[in-house]
C-alpha cells in the first residue's frame, strides 16, 4: 500500500532597514528599542578590524551604551574583532570562533549576534548565527557603502569554500539593519567608491531615471559629498528590498519576489558572474566593487556587440563607470580561466545558465547562454577604453 502525506507552510519574515547616525550615542535609543523585550536581552558584538581602527572608542562606546540601557540587554564579553575584507570569508576560524562565543557564554534563540563592518564580516557573522542552534537572530550594522545599499541589506549570508565564492551559506532574514551614516566618513577612497557600483548595477537594470541621477551626480559622489551619497544609499536599498520582496515596479518587466532563490533567476548579479571570477583571479586584491564595475562593463559591451544596445547606450556607461574612478579593464579579464566563471555561476545557482544582460538602460534581459567568442571580443573592446 502506497501512502503520502503532505503538508505545506508559510513563515512571513518581517525586517526593517533604520538610517540614522552616531547608533551608539546617549541620545540616541533605537538599538534599545528594538532589542527591547520582556526580559534582558544577551547581545553578542562582532567588529569589523577596521572599522576598530578607524572608530577606536567604538568599544567603550558600545560599553557604556549597555551600561546606560542595562535594563533591556548586556553584553556577553569583550567584542570579537575580525579580520575585514574577504580574508574573513576565506579562513574557517572566524566562524568557529563566534560558535565558540556562543556555548561559551550561553547565547541562545532569544540573544542577538550584532555584527558592524562591512560586507565580507556581516556574511560570515551571519551564517555563524543562522547555524547556531539553527538560527540566532542578528542584527547587521554596515559600514561601507557597498554594505548599506547592497550586501548588507539583503537575506544572505555565507563564506568561502573550495575556491569559489559563497561556497557555504544560508538564506537567513536579519532582524533589523541599522545604517549609520558616520561610518562611511572614515572610509578609503576605494571602499566610498566600490559601493557606487552596486548603484550604477542596480540603476541599469531597473530604473533608467536613477541611471540618470548618477550621471548628473557622478562628481559630486566622487569628491565623496555624504547628501547624494545617503540618497544613492536609501534609493538603493529601497529597490533592493522591493525585489527580493516582488513588490514595486520595474521598467524591465522582470519577475521578482524570490528572495530565497529557488529560481534560476538572479537579476541583482547583473556583471557578477565576471566579478566573482575576477576576485579568485585577482586573489581578491580588487575590491567586489571595482570587480563588479568591471563585470558590468564587460557585459554591457557584450549586449552592444550582440546589437541589444546602441552605441550611444555603450558609451554612457562606460563613461559614467570611468568617471566614478572605476577601470574597466584589468590583465585578469583576458586570462582564459574567466570563462569558467559562466559554469560556476550557473552551479551556485543551480538549473540552467542565466544571466542579466541589457536591452536599454534600465532594462535587462536574462539569457541562457554566452557565446564564448563574443566575450573575448568585448574583452578586446574594453581595451580599447
Keep these: 500500500m502506497k501512502k503520502s502525506i503532505r503538508q505545506s507552510f508559510a513563515v512571513p519574515f518581517h525586517y526593517e532597514i533604520f538610517f540614522t547616525e552616531n547608533v551608539f550615542a546617549s541620545s540616541n535609543d533605537l538599538f534599545a528599542q528594538l532589542v527591547k523585550s520582556p526580559q534582558i536581552v544577551k547581545t553578542f558584538f562582532v567588529i569589523d578590524q577596521g572599522v576598530a581602527d578607524t572608530h577606536p572608542a567604538l568599544t567603550a562606546q558600545i560599553q557604556a551604551y549597555a551600561d546606560q540601557h542595562k535594563d533591556t540587554f548586556l553584553l556577553c564579553g569583550e567584542p570579537l574583532v575580525v579580520s575585514g575584507g574577504e580574508q574573513v570569508k576565506n579562513d574557517n576560524k572566524y566562524v568557529e570562533k563566534i560558535l565558540e562565543a556562543t556555548h561559551q557564554w550561553g547565547i541562545d534563540r532569544h540573544a542577538y549576534i550584532v555584527a558592524i563592518g562591512g560586507g565580507a564580516v556581516l556574511d560570515m557573522a551571519g551564517f555563524a548565527a543562522a547555524i547556531a542552534h539553527r538560527g540566532i537572530r542578528h542584527i547587521r550594522i554596515p559600514t561601507t557603502v557597498l554594505s548599506q545599499n547592497d550586501s548588507g541589506v539583503g537575506v544572505k549570508n555565507g563564506i568561502n569554500a573550495y575556491g569559489k565564492k559563497n561556497y557555504l551559506g544560508t538564506f537567513a532574514p536579519p532582524a533589523a539593519v541599522i545604517n549609520d551614516a558616520v561610518f562611511l566618513t572614515?572610509?578609503?577612497?576605494?571602499?566610498?567608491?566600490?559601493?557606487?557600483?552596486?548603484?550604477?548595477?542596480?540603476?541599469?537594470?531597473?530604473?533608467?531615471?536613477?541611471?540618470?541621477?548618477?550621471?548628473?551626480?557622478?562628481?559630486?559622489?566622487?569628491?565623496?559629498?555624504?547628501?547624494p551619497m545617503q540618497y544613492l544609499i536609501y534609493r538603493c536599498a529601497e529597490m533592493h528590498l522591493q525585489h527580493i520582496a516582488g513588490s514595486g515596479e520595474t521598467q524591465s518587466g522582470q519577475t521578482t519576489g524570490d528572495p530565497f532563490e529557488m529560481g534560476?533567476?538572479?537579476?541583482?548579479?547583473?556583471?557578477?558572474?565576471?566579478?566573482?571570477k575576477l576576485e579568485q583571479l585577482t586573489h581578491y586584491q580588487i575590491r567586489h566593487g571595482e570587480a563588479v564595475a568591471i563585470g558590468m562593463a564587460l557585459d554591457v559591451t557584450y549586449s552592444y556587440l550582440k546589437g541589444m544596445i546602441s552605441e550611444e547606450s555603450l558609451k554612457r556607461v562606460i563613461q559614467l563607470i570611468s568617471k566614478l574612478g572605476f577601470e574597466v579593464y584589468v590583465p585578469a579579464l583576458s586570462?582564459?580561466?574567466?570563462?569558467?566563471g559562466l559554469e560556476e555561476f550557473r552551479e551556485h545557482l543551480g538549473g540552467q545558465l542565466t544571466i542579466m544582460l541589457l536591452e536599454a538602460i534600465g532594462k535587462g534581459k536574462e539569457v541562457h547562454e554566452m557565446d564564448r567568442s563574443l566575450v573575448l571580443s568585448s574583452v578586446e573592446k574594453l581595451k580599447e577604453f
Design 186 to 227: 572614515t572610509l578609503e577612497d576605494r571602499d566610498w567608491r566600490a559601493g557606487i557600483a552596486e548603484a550604477i548595477k542596480v540603476a541599469l537594470i531597473k530604473d533608467a531615471g536613477f541611471f540618470a541621477w548618477l550621471e548628473e551626480h557622478a562628481g559630486q559622489l566622487s569628491a565623496r559629498a555624504m547628501e
Design 264 to 276: 534560476s533567476s538572479r537579476p541583482l548579479d547583473f556583471g557578477h558572474w565576471a566579478a566573482h
Design 335 to 340: 586570462k582564459q580561466e574567466l570563462l569558467l
